[in-house]
Structure formats: C-alpha cells, structure tokens
C-alpha cells in the first residue's frame, strides 16, 4: 500500500508549474517535507472536476476571458460583481466596457449580491440576467457571487416554461429537473481565496437570516479564471480570512469520517501549500506568486472536501453561525476552526497527527498549530466579542443547532454531541487551553 506521506509528495509535485527555477524536494518523512514553492503553482489537471473544462491561475482575466467566450461561442454575457471589483472591470478598456464595445454586454454590470449572498439581492440579479436573454454568466468576486452565478443559471434554465419572477423556491426547484436541460456556461473571476467556484453547490442566506441554496453537478463553474491582480488592495480581513477558508476545507477533509486516503492526501497537499504561502503573504500581501500558490493549494483542499465527504462538520457549523450571527466566513473559521478540531481531537489524534506534519511542526498538536496561524493574520476575529457574539446569544446557538442539527453533526464529527452543553463547551473553549 502507498504511504501517504508518498501521496502527499506526487499532489505537492504534481502542482508545482514546471519552470527552469522550480525546486521540489519530497524526502521520506513528511515531518520534513519541504517544497521551494517560488515559482508559480498550477492546478493538477486530475483534479479539475467533471463539468469544469480549465482552470487559469495567474493568466491576464481580460483577455483570458475573451478567449473562453469566444471559445464557448457565447454572444451576450451578462456580467455579475461584488462593488470592491467594480474598479478592475468598469471603465475604458475594461472588461464591462470592451464587452459593450464588441455588443456582447447582455445588461449593465450587476451589483446587487453582497456578502453572503443575501436573497434579495441575488433574486434581482437572476430577474435582470432573465430578461437579458443573456447565454453566458461572468462572475467577479468573491465566494457569494460566484454561488449567485450557478443559482443564476438554474433559473434561467426555465426560461420559456416560466415568467414569474424569481423565487428562492423556484430556483431550487429549477435544481430537481429531470433531465436537466444544459446550463449557459459560467466564466468565474474570483478576487479572494473562498473557492465556493470550484463546487457544484451554492449558498444564499434567507431573509430570515438561514442558509439555504441548491446543489446539483450541472452547476459546477465552467472555467475559472484567477488572475492576482483582481486581489490587489483587498482588505486584509478578506484576503486572509478567505484564505484560511482553505486550512478550514483541509482540515476538515482529513478528518471526516468518509474520507479515504486520496482524499486525505489532496487535502494535506493543499494545506501544506497554503501554510506556506499564507506566510508569504502575511510578509508581502499583495505577492502575486503567494497569491496564486494560495489559490492553487485553497483549489486542492476543496477538491477533497467535496470529492464524497461534503460538508464537513467545521463547514456546517461555521456556515450556520455566519448565517445567523452575520460574520465573514473568514472570521468563523478564525474563531471556530482550532476549537472543532480540539473538541474531537481525542479521536482524531493521528489524523489530526498528518495535519501537524503537514504544516512542519508533526510534534505539535494540529489545533494549538491552527490558532497560533490564525493569531498571525491580520483582521482575522478569534473570538465571539470580536464579532459582537455574546454569551447568551451562543447559548441560544448551542441549543438551537443540537435541536436542529445534532444527527447531522453528529454524523460529521468523529466525537458526538450528547447535549447543547457539549456544542457551548466547544464553542467557547479558551484558546490558551487548546
């Protein structure tokens, strides 16, 4: 049987971009492993999944993404951004305008999904890209949008069989069509490290401030496209905090319960390259060789998270928490990830063991190794208060996530939740004491 530190060492070199500079060492012990990651890292073609046909890290986003439009043979894009984008694509010779100029702007640029995905926001946009007759989405931004993309193209499937407007229910109903009809082809320009572009599952937060949204293969993002310079002058909290989404999707991976040993070695690749890298940045954040290592290690662990083993329990958790407490996934993760890993670190230890070696310290616990990382980043929140989260408010959490949701973390975490007790003593653990 291969050892998976030998797994681990074919993922590492396999990402690595093959240039006269690229350096890669793979010794027997993964407490060792070291990979010179100064060149630039593509993404393993293997793990480019079904329905995605590329993925560009570190190409120019507009002419790349001409290139694919125009290979995908798409006439009328209707094109979807968070406000913070707006600078890189509007404006003479950018991308909202050459689209105009060449008649291939199928409405004005849309700007109406914020952070999380908010329902109003995102049903006005699949109303606009409806009466666009609109045959491609192009989404800018971060991980909201580009869920608001595939969830666009699920209501524009029922184009001709429907003239309502836009529901949440219609959308996810648009989801259990049988057989599905093709979907307009979506070209993803993610500015931040969430990943949601490389899944076939997208998320919205309710007017009643829950998560909800619809997953089905046919969604999966047909080309992505991450070009660095679309995260110049990002605000820390988001740059890094996207970032550490991909430790959260890693770590989450290799400990889940049905996970195998492929998956493991994907997720552990791309922790080891996002470790890394995310030192890199905290040194020099605007990087652009971090930046797009970053995004190929953050792409790895994803990968494995959703190769059979989606969600993970730190994923659900974290998700319902920022839904309901309205917090930047970033910063669930900066609070909750090391407290998850060490509720169920008793059996989890030689897991959580490859973890530690995968992030060069094998002798260290893995959660103690997640908070000093998170405690380094900037604007990062590591605690409830940060985030005005107050005590009472996460004992009414507690309870309303085991009343709801106990089987399913249940079925998630390698230690149960016996009570609304266990999931407060977790969430509230100090740090010190990990």
Same mark, same amino acid.
């Given at each position: 049987?291969?050892?998976?530190?030998?797994?681990?060492?074919?993922?590492?070199?396999?990402?690595?971009?093959?240039?006269?500079? =690229?350096?890669?060492?793979?010794?027997?012990?993964?407490?060792?492993?070291?990979?010179?990651?100064?060149?630039?890292?593509?993404?393993?073609?293997?793990?480019?999944?079904?329905?995605?046909?590329?993925?560009?890290?570190? =190409?120019?986003?507009?002419?790349?993404?001409?290139?694919?439009?125009?290979?995908?043979?798409?006439?009328?894009?209707?094109?979807?951004?968070?406000?913070?984008?707006?600078?890189?694509?509007?404006?003479?010779?950018?991308?909202?305008?050459?689209?105009?100029?060449? +008649?291939?702007?199928?409405?004005?640029?849309?700007?109406?999904?914020?952070?999380?995905? +908010?329902?109003?926001?995102?049903?006005?946009?699949?109303?606009?890209?409806?009466?666009?007759?609109?045959?491609?989405? %192009?989404?800018?931004?971060?991980?909201?949008?580009?869920?608001?993309?595939?969830?666009?193209?699920?209501?524009?499937?029922?184009?001709?069989?429907?003239?309502?407007? !836009?529901?949440?229910?219609?959308?996810?109903?648009?989801?259990?069509?049988?057989?599905?009809?093709?979907?307009?082809?979506?070209?993803?320009?993610?500015?931040?490290?969430?990943?949601?572009?490389?899944?076939?599952?997208?998320?919205?937060?309710?007017?009643?401030?829950?998560?909800?949204?619809?997953?089905?293969?046919?969604?999966?993002?047909?080309?992505?496209?991450?070009?660095?310079?679309?995260?110049?002058?990002?605000?820390?909290?988001?740059?890094?905090?996207?970032?550490?989404?991909? %430790?959260?999707?890693?770590?989450? !991976?290799?400990?889940?319960?049905?996970?195998?040993?492929?998956?493991?070695?994907?997720?552990?690749?791309?922790?080891?390259?996002?470790?890394?890298?995310?030192?890199?940045?905290?040194?020099?954040?605007?990087?652009?060789?971090?930046?797009?290592?970053?995004?190929?290690?953050?792409?790895?662990?994803?990968?494995?998270?959703?190769? +059979?083993?989606?969600?993970?329990?730190?994923?659900?958790?974290?998700?319902?928490?920022?839904?309901?407490?309205?917090?930047?996934?970033?910063?669930?993760?900066?609070?909750?990830? !090391?407290?998850?890993?060490?509720?169920?670190?008793?059996?989890?230890?030689?897991?959580?063991?490859?973890?530690?070696?995968?992030?060069?310290?094998?002798?260290?616990?893995?959660?103690?190794?997640?908070?000093?990382?998170? =405690?380094?980043?900037?604007?990062?929140?590591?605690?409830?208060?940060?985030?005005?989260?107050?005590?009472?408010?996460?004992?009414?959490?507690?309870?309303?996530?085991?009343?709801?949701?106990?089987?399913?973390?249940?079925?998630?975490?390698?230690?149960?939740?016996?009570?609304?007790?266990?999931?407060?003593?977790?969430?509230?653990?100090?740090? !010190?004491?990990?």
């Amino acid at each position: 049987m291969t050892s998976w530190p030998m797994i681990l060492g074919s993922f590492l070199a396999r990402a690595l971009t093959i240039q006269p500079t =690229a350096s890669l060492r793979v010794p027997r012990s993964i407490s060792s492993t070291s990979l010179k990651m100064e060149s630039r890292m593509s993404v393993p073609t293997e793990q480019i999944p079904p329905g995605m046909k590329a993925v560009h890290v570190g =190409a120019p986003f507009l002419s790349q993404t001409f290139e694919e439009l125009s290979a995908l043979g798409c006439e009328r894009a209707f094109v979807l951004a968070n406000n913070s984008s707006r600078k890189f694509i509007e404006g003479d010779g950018k991308l909202v305008d050459a689209l105009k100029e060449k +008649g291939m702007l199928a409405a004005p640029l849309c700007t109406s999904v914020g952070m999380g995905g +908010g329902e109003a926001g995102l049903l006005k946009a699949a109303d606009e890209a409806y009466d666009a007759d609109t045959d491609a989405v %192009v989404t800018v931004g971060g991980g909201a949008v580009q869920d608001a993309g595939k969830l666009i193209r699920l209501w524009l499937s029922t184009k001709g069989d429907n003239e309502a407007k !836009a529901t949440v229910q219609g959308i996810q109903a648009a989801s259990n069509q049988d057989p599905m009809p093709t979907l307009v082809p979506q070209i993803c320009l993610p500015n931040s490290f969430a990943m949601a572009e490389a899944t076939h599952v997208a998320g919205l937060t309710t007017t009643a401030n829950t998560k909800s949204g619809a997953a089905h293969p046919s969604i999966m993002p047909t080309v992505i496209i991450y070009d660095p310079a679309l995260s110049e002058g990002l605000p820390d909290w988001v740059r890094f905090g996207t970032a550490l989404r991909g %430790v959260e999707h890693a770590v989450g !991976a290799v400990t889940h319960p049905k996970a195998d040993e492929d998956i493991r070695g994907r997720a552990l690749a791309g922790l080891s390259i996002i470790k890394e890298n995310l030192n890199k940045l905290i040194s020099d954040p605007d990087c652009p060789t971090a930046m797009c290592n970053c995004y190929v290690g953050g792409f790895m662990a994803i990968r494995a998270l959703n190769t +059979g083993c989606y969600p993970a329990l730190g994923h659900l958790v974290q998700n319902q928490y920022s839904a309901r407490f309205n917090v930047h996934q970033g910063s669930c993760s900066g609070i909750l990830c !090391a407290r998850i890993m060490d509720h169920h670190h008793e059996k989890s230890h030689e897991l959580q063991k490859r973890i530690s070696e995968a992030m060069g310290s094998g002798e260290t616990p893995a959660p103690q190794l997640v908070r000093d990382l998170v =405690a380094k980043l900037p604007l990062v929140s590591t605690e409830h208060e940060q985030v005005g989260v107050t005590d009472d408010m996460l004992k009414e959490f507690a309870k309303w996530a085991f009343d709801g949701s106990a089987a399913r973390y249940n079925n998630l975490s390698p230690k149960e939740f016996g009570s609304p007790e266990d999931i407060y003593a977790m969430m509230t653990k100090p740090l !010190a004491d990990l």
